[in-house]
């Protein structure tokens, strides 16, 4: 944030919650978690996630009503909105955005035109950060993240392929993006990342809670096994963090968490001292 009225608790808030989630990360970047046996779970989870021959809207459909309903996990709408591209419409279907405006969302646009306004400088920066990041990125992972990215998005796993192996180019990214986040010069991103590990790890840990029970045992490496297919511990992909339908909710939140300074009333007058 560009604004030096800002306080610097407040500014500061991003970048230690990306040290904690980052500390969290090293101690356990060496395990792989898979959702089930099967071979092509090793790195997305496939088994546990819809496989093609659905649209996006049918695969988030799918996902849901299993793991609300027909798994008994009983798992909440909000946890895994959290943890996916997936939305719950005011109609009672799921769908993918197609934007953070898209008018099936509840409630409507995530910002409002004013909101959008007060938002914009933060916005401006944090684009600039993002694009700084990917310019940091040599030719090789360039290759490797255009090997996984899919044009099409996804239900659940948004714009990835469903048959490449994410690890290797997840972990390099992985890497690269701590380097880059511990910049003071990325304050901004570093808050928004932050934001968002911490949001999609709570609604895991709000699945995880829901399915670890003892009458549910055999789904426990299935539902353990979504965090790694979703990659919830890993910083989010580039086309991620660009997500209007990501950025806006970060820019809802910071307005509304005294992040951005409300704008002046211009019908005020300022008080004669």
Same mark, same amino acid.
């Given at each position: ?16 919650? @990306? ?35 659905? !649209? ?36 009672? !279907? ?42 940091? @990125? ?13 044009? !099409? ?15 290797? !180019? ?33 609604? @895991?840990?709000? @699945? ?66």
């Amino acid at each position: 944030m560009t604004d030096s009225t800002t306080p610097r608790k407040l500014r500061n808030d991003g970048r230690i919650t @990306f040290i904690v989630v980052l500390a969290c990360l090293l101690v356990i970047g060496g395990l792989r978690v898979a959702a089930i046996g099967a071979p092509s779970s090793k790195d997305q989870g496939a088994a546990a996630i819809p496989t093609p021959g659905l !649209t996006a809207n049918q695969k988030c459909g799918t996902w849901a009503q299993y793991w609300t309903t027909e798994s008994g996990v009983g798992a909440s709408e909000q946890a895994l909105e959290g943890m996916s591209n997936c939305r719950l419409g005011a109609g009672g !279907t799921w769908f993918v955005p197609n934007s953070s405006a898209d008018s099936r969302l509840q409630g409507g646009p995530i910002l409002t035109g004013d909101e959008r306004a007060q938002t914009s400088v933060l916005r401006e920066t944090i684009l600039k950060q993002i694009d700084g990041l990917q310019r940091q @990125f040599p030719n090789s992972l360039n290759k490797k993240i255009a090997t996984i990215f899919s044009s !099409t998005d996804n239900g659940v796993i948004g714009h990835l392929k469903t048959n490449q192996p994410i690890s290797d !180019t997840r972990n390099r990214y992985t890497r690269l993006t701590q380097a880059v986040l511990m910049d003071p010069a990325n304050t901004e991103l570093a808050d928004y990342v932050g934001w968002l590990m911490a949001n999609r790890q709570a609604a @895991f840990a709000d @699945f995880e809670r829901s399915c670890h029970r003892d009458d549910l045992k055999y789904l426990w490496v299935a539902c353990d096994g979504i965090g790694g297919s979703l990659s919830v511990i890993y910083p989010p992909w580039p086309w991620e963090l660009t997500s209007s339908l990501n950025l806006d909710a970060y820019l809802k939140w910071a307005l509304e968490n005294g992040k951005i300074p409300a704008a002046a009333d211009p019908t005020s007058r300022p008080t004669a001292g």
